[in-house]
């Protein structure tokens, strides 16, 4: 897990890909990493900034101890992850690693620092189930990484329902 301030890779269990389409995408993680099964989250709605939301389709899936995240975005608040796919847009383009937080107060302090910082935080938003920010490192790292806080029950469930292989 993670302390605020600390390197950005230090608590990062995620890896994450946009896609025009989760259904070839996660063909294609089934045929060259052994991912066979995800847990589809079609039509997944989630707040981003001032009051607006993403609708895109989600699939997540463990391979050994990494989360795999394919999204592909929809509608809405959605040209953060849009554009990372080129034109034409290919297959699978990395996007993200996420950081997983212990508690909330550890998130809370990390934005702060990273504000601060003078970090661009192009989504710092939460949910019932979770608190969650992306911070801009293309410029140093070339992505993004997430922050993210889980709800205890919401953590639970999530988890009890993400195949693992």
């Given amino acids: 897990m993670d302390e605020p301030g600390g390197p950005p890779f230090a608590g990062f ?3 994450a890909y946009v896609t025009p389409d989760i259904d070839a995408a996660q063909r294609l993680f089934a045929e060259t990493h052994g991912i066979p099964r995800f847990l589809e989250m079609r039509d997944a709605r989630y ?3 001032d009051g607006r939301e993403a609708h895109c389709h ?3 899936a463990y391979r050994g101890a990494i989360e795999i995240e394919i999204i592909q975005p929809i509608d809405g608040d959605i040209d953060f992850y849009r554009a990372f796919l080129p034109s034409p847009p290919t297959l699978v383009r990395f996007h ?3 950081r997983l ?6 998130l809370e302090a990390e934005v702060e620092r990273l504000t601060r910082e003078g970090r661009a935080l192009p989504i710092n938003a939460g949910s019932s189930i979770a608190r969650y920010f992306y911070c801009d490192r293309r410029a140093d790292l070339g992505h993004f990484i997430e922050g993210i806080h889980f709800e205890e029950e919401g953590q639970r469930n999530l988890l009890a329902a993400i195949p693992r292989f």
């Avoid at 937080?101 to 550890?106: G, K, L, P």
């Fill in 101 to 106: 937080f212990d508690s909330r107060d550890a």
């Fill in 47 to 49: 707040p981003t900034r």
């Fill in 96 to 98: 993200h690693v996420c």
């Fill in 58 to 60: 989600l699939a997540l």
């Fill in 13 to 15: 269990y995620q890896l």
